[in-house]
């Protein structure tokens, strides 16, 4: 089972090679603004992208970060396609984490092995890219996504931001 394979071994993903047309020097992170604690679908998150009001074609996130308890790290939008997650800032790699609300309010709530799924997804994502810098959709809009400061929180080393 593919979802194994991942869980266990995150570095195994196989990613598009640089041959496709779209370049990136960013991530910004995004979280699916849900209860700490529960677990949502990357297709749940297609379904409220794809639906009125949206209507968009696809998930606007390129990759998700699960809470089940095993840093699945799913596929959403390919690669190799724009994403819709920032307003005016689409030319950008989305990744999202499910979680950023306790009793309805904006907290951190990634997990330690969401963290680390996501540290290993911007390692794959620098392979192919190169030196991408690290945003919050926060430096980007008056919102609170993803419930955290990413400079605060990672540093600049990590985020490679000056
Ligand atoms: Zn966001």
Not at 77 to 98: E, L, V
Not at 148 to 156: A, D, H, P, Q
Request: charged residues 20%; proline residues 4%.
């Amino acid at each position: 089972m593919v979802e194994w394979d991942w869980c266990l071994c995150p570095c195994s993903w196989t990613l598009v090679e640089t041959t496709h047309a779209m370049k990136y020097n960013r991530i910004i992170l995004h979280c699916s603004a849900t209860n700490k604690g529960q677990d949502i679908s990357t297709e749940t998150i297609r379904k409220w992208h794809t639906s009125p009001p949206r209507n968009w074609s696809d998930i606007g996130y390129h990759f998700v970060i699960l809470n089940d308890g095993c840093g699945t790290v799913e596929r959403g939008r390919p690669i190799w396609k724009q994403g819709a997650h920032t307003r005016g800032h689409n030319q950008t790699i989305g990744i999202c984490y499910i979680g950023g609300l306790v009793n309805g309010e904006p907290e951190d709530t990634m997990t330690d092995l969401q963290e680390c799924a996501f540290f290993e997804l911007v390692d794959k994502l620098r392979d192919i890219f190169g030196p991408v810098t690290i945003h919050g959709h926060n430096e980007f809009s008056n919102k609170a996504c993803p419930s955290f400061n990413v400079l605060e929180k990672w540093g600049s080393t990590f985020a490679q931001r000056e």
